[in-house]
């Protein structure tokens, strides 16, 4: 098949092109100006200049093509102009649904993230939970209206949509907040830990990769919804094997709940009134997600796609590996 990719140059993306490269698939990647694109080129994907926000460059792209997969997005906790988050996950999202359906592509494969369910009652939550009431972050909203979009194509126009919502990916190369957060750990720039009952679910970024791949290779299967995601670990259990990995103590010092809240709030103040990332990623929504968690059952992705997860100890030795190195 000949696959249009956005976000092929992203921390999940590039895992994604490696796996894809594997194939016999025919790989088109939209790419901005700026991107780092010699990793994807030498493996032999097509590159398109263009961005999710011009639907000039997405119609380009995707003629000719069969299916497209949609990595693209603005994830992050804190943004200099917050209006970026809506620019892209919002309405580049709809961008990319319109123009799939305007050049006739047989499938769009989406990533999207667990956190649009927000804390539904359900726990722990599935493909099939009720959304939450609340999501924790801007991120997470923004994904949410994006998604809706999609669905709503899906329902009414006949798009041929299937969406993945992975949980916290760990793995090689992370440049984003968790794996900063792990660089902060064994760089021993944190100066206290926090929130050691907050439990996430934890997932390797190639078995995300890999769930893509075989959403992707599936029949019959439009209008499907896959977690990817299995491990519930507590940030304390995370921190201790990271330090038993790394051989790095962790930071004697234990924040109390009430007192992380509070500098998250002022920080992020700070943040926006020099125009500059929160220190120790201490921003209001990045802080909120970590407080609040999320428990998911990823076992759909298993049983359907055939899935086997990877332990996290690997996901944190591969992590750890390429930060060092």
Request: net charge neutral; with cysteine.
């Amino acid at each position: 098949m000949k696959i249009f990719i956005t976000g092929a140059t992203g921390f999940i993306g590039t895992h994604l092109v490696n796996r894809l490269a594997q194939t016999e698939h025919k790989l088109h990647c939209l790419v901005r100006k700026n991107s780092r694109v010699r990793a994807i080129e030498e493996l032999g994907c097509t590159l398109i200049t263009g961005d999710v926000t011009d639907k000039d460059s997405l119609l380009k792209g995707m003629k000719g093509c069969d299916w497209v997969i949609n990595l693209a997005n603005i994830y992050s906790f804190w943004e200099p102009d917050n209006r970026v988050f809506k620019a892209v996950n919002v309405d580049g999202n709809r961008n990319v649904m319109e123009c799939a359906l305007e050049t006739g592509i047989s499938k769009v494969v989406h990533v999207s993230t667990g956190g649009i369910y927000g804390k539904p009652a359900d726990d722990p939550v599935t493909e099939e939970s009720p959304v939450g009431p609340v999501r924790f972050c801007e991120y997470f909203q923004t994904k949410y209206e994006g998604d809706l979009i999609a669905w709503e194509l899906y329902e009414k126009k006949g798009l041929p949509l299937v969406v993945i919502y992975p949980c916290a990916v760990l793995g090689s190369g992370d440049p984003k907040a968790t794996g900063r957060y792990i660089k902060d750990l064994i760089n021993r720039r944190l100066p206290a830990t926090i929130f050691h009952d907050s439990v996430l679910t934890w997932v390797h970024v190639r078995d995300v990769a890999e769930a893509i791949v075989r959403a992707a290779e599936k029949e019959d299967n439009i209008g499907e919804k896959y977690v990817v995601g299995k491990h519930r670990l507590s940030l304390k259990e995370l921190n201790e094997m990271i330090s038993e990995i790394s051989g790095v103590p962790l930071p004697k010092l234990h924040l109390p709940d009430p007192i992380v809240t509070i500098n998250a709030r002022l920080l992020t103040l700070l943040a926006d009134i020099i125009k500059k990332p929160p220190i120790w990623g201490m921003s209001r929504d990045q802080i909120r997600v970590m407080k609040e968690g999320f428990r998911f059952d990823g076992s759909k992705v298993e049983r359907e796609l055939g899935i086997t997860y990877t332990p996290v100890r690997v996901a944190l030795e591969e992590a750890i590996g390429s930060y060092r190195a």
